[in-house]
């Protein structure tokens, strides 16, 4: 899912583009994506886009007479510009935003449609959409403390958690995680304040450490590579690869369509967190060490191979 760094871009890469331009049209292919019908979605057509936003993951066109035009992208949903006029792609196209300067195009590569898109009027049915998150990037350290304390989750569900934290989702959460030196279990209120404090500077830094590596990356160009996955990431997406700070296998925990990564030396300890489905299989003989994995894998590699 595009989170702060890849929608920070987004917007960077289209206020050269659209800001001040009129929407000429919108050509809708998805039949789930728009959420809205009142004012109805051709009403935006021939209005201005007079600002550009971001509320969370979501991107904020600013047009003219009071209306908004916000899209979720969701976890596939990925922007293109295209010259003016460019069709909207067969099979993961969802819509195709006609500017006088190009083309916006909407495309989403699950099968399972999920990005979102809303014309609404009025500031009030914007901030209706708002989970209330705080902007890690704006926030105080007091600021950023009341928000990880309020509710007592683990630190995974705390960053990724819409109502306390705005625009970071499972994979710079899992690099924020890393660079603090912290699990992604550990509980939001038991944090000590050195704790607390090295994750404030470590959301920080990661956020600003990643935004500024995507802009150079895309430089006066669209930004057409954003993906969960990338290189030079600490560890998510890393599984059982070296961590780049110790060189320690990175682990996972699988959770329905979401994994955390995280490297066991760096972050807990040398302690293996029980991944559910895995550790409900193997019960009292899950691994509670690096060690012990990796006895179980060679015990098991053995009883594969047999006697020679």
Not at 65 to 77: E, K, R, S, T
Request: with cysteine; aromatic share 6%; proline share 7%.
């Amino acid at each position: 899912m595009p989170e702060y760094p890849d929608v920070t871009v987004y917007l960077e890469a289209l206020a050269s583009r659209v800001l001040g331009q009129p929407l000429e049209g919108v050509r809708v292919r998805g039949p789930s994506l728009v959420r809205t019908a009142d004012p109805p979605l051709r009403e935006a057509t021939g209005k201005r886009v007079t600002a550009l936003r971001r509320q969370g993951k979501r991107l904020i066109f600013v047009l003219e007479n009071d209306l908004f035009l916000v899209l979720h992208l969701m976890i596939a949903g990925r922007l293109h510009w295209r010259p003016g006029g460019a069709p909207v792609p067969g099979r993961v196209g969802l819509a195709a935003f006609d500017f006088p300067t190009g083309t916006l195009v909407l495309t989403e590569a699950s099968p399972k449609k999920r990005a979102q898109l809303w014309l609404l009027r009025g500031e009030e049915a914007v901030r209706g959409l708002d989970r209330g998150g705080l902007d890690p990037m704006e926030a105080t350290p007091e600021q950023f403390t009341e928000a990880l304390r309020r509710e007592n989750h683990t630190l995974k569900r705390a960053l990724t958690d819409p109502r306390l934290f705005s625009g970071i989702g499972n994979a710079y959460s899992d690099e924020i995680l890393h660079a603090a030196r912290l699990s992604p279990v550990a509980l939001s209120q038991r944090l000590v304040d050195d704790e607390v404090r090295r994750l404030y500077q470590s959301t920080r830094a990661v956020l600003r450490t990643w935004t500024d590596r995507l802009r150079e990356e895309a430089g006066s160009g669209f930004p057409e590579k954003v993906t969960a996955f990338r290189e030079g990431m600490a560890v998510h997406g890393r599984y059982r690869k070296p961590c780049p700070d110790c060189g320690s296998p990175v682990q996972r925990i699988v959770h329905a369509d979401n994994e955390t990564n995280y490297c066991p030396t760096c972050q807990t300890g040398g302690r293996l967190l029980a991944d559910r489905s895995l550790s409900r299989l193997l019960k009292e003989d899950w691994p509670r060490s690096l060690e012990e994995l990796e006895e179980t894998r060679a015990a098991t590699r053995g009883r594969m191979q047999g006697p020679g």
